[in-house]
Nanobody
Framework: VQLQASGGGRVQVGGSLRLSCVVS????????MGWFRQVPGKDRSYVGS????????YYVNSVKGRFTISRDNAKNTVYLLMNSLKPEDTAVYYC????????????WGQGTQVTVSS
């Protein structure tokens, strides 16, 4: 299973970005998908996730109401729409696919940099 994340960039405070993550080599519709982020010197942290059928989404409190995760199973793609961006959202963002048997995020994308400048 391979994941390819894209869509990062530099944006001003209050702006928006949409990240995409395309999954190949597996059965995308079976995987719960998650988004994580990491800043230098800190551990990778959970941002949010979406269930395999897209019926449920979950978010860390700091992004609730600003970020939205969605998926298109026909395109093997999961999205992270980020609105009202803040400087503290600056990080490398990673997508991950959950192994449905192990219930662990088993496969990871390469990361895409998001920089929010004031």
């Amino acid at each position: 299973v391979q994941l390819q994340a894209s869509g990062g960039g530099r944006v001003q405070v209050g702006g928006s970005l949409r990240l995409s993550c395309v999954v190949s080599g597996g059965t995308f519709s079976r995987y719960g998908m998650g988004w994580f982020r990491q800043v230098p010197g800190k551990d990778r942290s959970y941002v949010g996730s979406i269930t395999a059928n897209g019926a449920n989404t979950y978010y860390v409190n700091s992004v609730k109401g600003r970020f939205t995760i969605s998926r298109d199973n026909a395109k093997n793609t999961v999205y992270l729409l980020m609105n009202s961006l803040k400087p503290e959202d600056t990080a490398v963002y990673y997508c991950a696919a959950e192994d449905p048997e192990k219930r662990l995020y088993e496969w990871w994308g390469q990361g895409t940099q998001v920089t929010v400048s004031s």
